[in-house]
């Protein structure tokens, strides 16, 4: 077995306990110390993979992405503690990304060539932190679907028990949301400033430029449509989840097809 994916699954093996905590009797200081663990395994991962240039193939992009998610989501527990309760649904996503990158190839690296300037550094941090967001929003507007339908047919499960709120899933929701909408002003920002330098033009018709840009609008017409006419409960959450499925095809999708279908490293 290769070393490569032995800290794959150790780092996934040390995703267990954030996900199984929530379902005992435990105080919020002892599930977050378990979220604590499982980002630091996770950002020990990522760091192993930029350390060997490969933190641009897929494996390295999955990793910063459940590691920034992780942050980001002890980020808002500061803010909000119910955030919290949204590990019963996110951990065990993330975990399943974990073995994803066990599953994939080994990756041999590839030459980082010159060092990335600040404004590439800026642009693929704003990146890494609108896909976790929007990640955890998409995760608090599935938690509001789940607790209405459990709502809905009289009946409550382990796992819904165990969700926030209705009400203050909607909060986290747009919360999120709204956090998520202003980092990805800027990220298309400094996209335009890269493609600008790079190719001359400010705008340049790729299935990243296209997807995030679809996503930018769907995720600020959710927001409007929030703020103006009180949209809100599944049907905010649908048009969240759509914007995470864009994003998810313009972060890992595209550097999973150019990698494995087309042959051709990111």
Same mark, same amino acid.
């Given at each position: 077995m290769e070393l490569s994916v032995v800290f794959s699954l150790l780092a996934v093996c040390a995703l267990l306990p954030a996900a199984a905590v929530p379902y005992f009797v435990v105080s919020g200081r002892v599930l977050a110390a378990s979220v604590a663990g499982a980002a630091s395994a996770a950002g020990a !991962?990522? /760091?192993?993979?930029? /350390? !060997? $240039?490969? /933190?641009?193939?897929?494996? =390295?992009?999955?990793?910063?992405?459940?590691? $920034?998610?992780l942050l980001l989501l002890l980020c808002a527990v500061a803010v909000r503690r119910s955030a919290l309760m949204l590990t019963p649904l996110l951990v065990p996503w993330l975990m399943v990304l974990g073995m994803i990158t066990v599953a994939l190839p080994a990756s041999g =690296?590839?030459?980082? &060539?010159?060092?990335? &300037?600040?404004?590439v550094l800026v642009h693929a941090t704003t990146a890494v932190a609108t896909y976790g967001l929007v990640t955890l929003a998409a995760i608090a507007g599935l938690s509001v679907i789940l607790t209405q339908r459990s709502l809905k047919r009289k009946t409550t499960g382990p796992l819904v028990s165990r969700l926030p709120g209705e009400m203050e899933a909607e !909060?986290?929701?747009?919360?999120?949301?709204? +956090?998520?909408?202003?980092?990805?002003? $800027? =990220?298309?920002?400094? =996209?335009?400033?890269?493609?600008? +330098?790079?190719? &001359?033009?400010?705008?340049?018709?790729?299935?990243?430029?296209?997807l995030s840009l679809a996503a930018f609008l769907v995720l600020g017409a959710t927001l409007a449509a929030h703020l103006c006419f009180g949209t809100r409960g599944r049907t905010s959450a649908r048009f969240v989840l759509v914007a995470w499925v864009l994003l998810t095809l313009g972060f890992p999708g595209v550097k999973f097809v150019t990698g494995f279908l087309l042959g051709d490293a990111v």
């Amino acid at each position: 077995m290769e070393l490569s994916v032995v800290f794959s699954l150790l780092a996934v093996c040390a995703l267990l306990p954030a996900a199984a905590v929530p379902y005992f009797v435990v105080s919020g200081r002892v599930l977050a110390a378990s979220v604590a663990g499982a980002a630091s395994a996770a950002g020990a !991962r990522s /760091a192993d993979l930029v /350390a !060997r $240039a490969e /933190a641009s193939d897929l494996a =390295g992009a999955l990793w910063l992405s459940i590691t $920034a998610t992780l942050l980001l989501l002890l980020c808002a527990v500061a803010v909000r503690r119910s955030a919290l309760m949204l590990t019963p649904l996110l951990v065990p996503w993330l975990m399943v990304l974990g073995m994803i990158t066990v599953a994939l190839p080994a990756s041999g =690296g590839e030459n980082p &060539g010159q060092v990335a &300037g600040p404004w590439v550094l800026v642009h693929a941090t704003t990146a890494v932190a609108t896909y976790g967001l929007v990640t955890l929003a998409a995760i608090a507007g599935l938690s509001v679907i789940l607790t209405q339908r459990s709502l809905k047919r009289k009946t409550t499960g382990p796992l819904v028990s165990r969700l926030p709120g209705e009400m203050e899933a909607e !909060r986290l929701e747009v919360g999120l949301l709204t +956090a998520a909408v202003v980092i990805l002003v $800027a =990220g298309v920002a400094t =996209g335009m400033v890269l493609q600008l +330098a790079e190719a &001359g033009q400010v705008l340049v018709a790729n299935h990243k430029t296209i997807l995030s840009l679809a996503a930018f609008l769907v995720l600020g017409a959710t927001l409007a449509a929030h703020l103006c006419f009180g949209t809100r409960g599944r049907t905010s959450a649908r048009f969240v989840l759509v914007a995470w499925v864009l994003l998810t095809l313009g972060f890992p999708g595209v550097k999973f097809v150019t990698g494995f279908l087309l042959g051709d490293a990111v």
